[in-house]
Nanobody, 123 residues
Framework: QVQLVESGGGLVQAGGSLRLSCAASGITFNAYYMGWFRQPPGKERTFVAG????????YFADSVKGRFTISRDNAKNTVYLQMNSLKPDDTAVYYC????????????????WGQGTQVTVSS
């Protein structure tokens, strides 16, 4: 059984910070690319950030570059999303995802998904 479990969401004021965590089980964690996606209320899910198997390469959506960082701890089977300088437009349900394939765009091809964690940024 494969499980991805997100945590760390909550309510924060504009300009504040949150760190999301995603704990994985049931997969060989260091064999998977990991990503974060988000879905604002009433809108489609979009790519936020991705990280390679060793953590050596990272990728970010233009909307979060310079504000968010992604990292992973393969010994703990966990991927993180550090979110700084948060804006109300960052309000969304944030999802963790994992993929084995590496021959497609970092924004697609994810095999497994978490249930999501709510992030709300107030103005």
């Amino acid at each position: 059984q494969v499980q991805l479990v997100e945590s760390g969401g909550g309510l924060v004021q504009a300009g504040g910070s949150l760190r999301l965590s995603c704990a994985a089980s049931g997969i060989t964690f260091n064999a998977y690319y990991m990503g974060w996606f988000r879905q604002p209320p009433g809108k489609e899910r979009t790519f936020v950030a991705g990280i390679s198997r060793s953590g050596g390469s990272t990728y970010f959506a233009d909307s979060v570059k310079g504000r968010f960082t992604i990292s992973r701890d393969n010994a703990k089977n966990t991927v993180y999303l550090q979110m700084n300088s948060l804006k109300p437009d960052d309000t969304a349900v944030y999802y963790c995802a994992a993929r084995w394939k590496s021959d497609v765009s970092v924004t697609s091809g994810y095999n497994y998904w978490g249930q999501g964690t709510q992030v709300t940024v107030s103005s």
